[in-house]
């Protein structure tokens, strides 16, 4: 998805659909917690202590708090390139179309949600398919606290263990924790997009970072 903010952590941000087979974490599954290094630094994420930021797979009743996130997005930042807000009913669908191989995520402390993040087919030519895109929103309260680099670090390792060859991911405008968060991930900038997206007013490049699993 074109949009994230910080593994510097100042939070983060994206998009995208559709599932696959695999992983644990259908509706009816308990939330699974994953604990991963972040190979970016070799340490064992903040994120993964006892009383502090978990991420898990996303279930249904994640749908609200998930959309509230991703609406502040589409009506207040060009982080995201949708221009109408996202229904409780259509995040539900949303949701539904992550799983297997295509997972998304939650962060939350103490059963409140601070961000989500999901991997998602980079293009649908069956020569993609060793390629996927990541997406990470943080809710604007929860920035500068680990976050973003919490639900980033859990994809790139949920890309790796899904088989996939490498991660994409596109960051619309100027968003400098976005930027800032996937290089710190290790991701690389491969290539700038030129002006092909225009919100409130005004022409927004994308640029492309790339991760190598």
Avoid at 61 to 76: K, P, R, S
Wanted: charge should be negative; hydrophobic fraction near 40%; include cysteine.
């Amino acid at each position: 998805g074109a949009h994230s903010r910080g593994c510097t952590d100042s939070g983060a941000f994206a998009r995208r659909s559709p599932g696959g087979p695999g992983l644990a974490g259908d509706e009816e599954a308990q939330p699974e917690e994953i604990r991963v290094p972040c190979r970016a630094t070799g340490a064992l994420m903040l994120s993964f202590v006892p009383g502090t930021i978990r991420v898990r797979i996303a279930t249904a009743a994640d749908a609200e708090a998930t959309a509230a996130i991703y609406n502040a997005e589409v009506l207040g930042a060009m982080t995201t390139f949708d221009l109408v807000p996202r229904t409780v009913r259509a995040q539900q669908g949303w949701l539904a179309g992550h799983g297997g191989v295509y997972p998304a995520v939650v962060a939350e402390v103490d059963g409140g949600v601070l961000g989500f993040g999901a991997l998602s087919p980079y293009r649908n030519r069956p020569a993609y398919a060793t390629t996927v895109e990541d997406s990470v929103y943080v809710d604007e309260g929860a920035r500068g606290q680990g976050t973003g680099r919490a639900i980033l670090t859990q994809l790139t390792e949920l890309a790796r263990s899904g088989g996939f060859h490498t991660v994409i991911a596109h960051i619309a405008g100027d968003n400098d924790a976005s930027v800032a968060l996937h290089q710190a991930c290790g991701f690389a900038l491969v290539g700038v997009e030129r002006e092909i997206g225009r919100k409130f007013g005004t022409w927004l490049d994308v640029a492309i970072f790339q991760y190598m699993l």
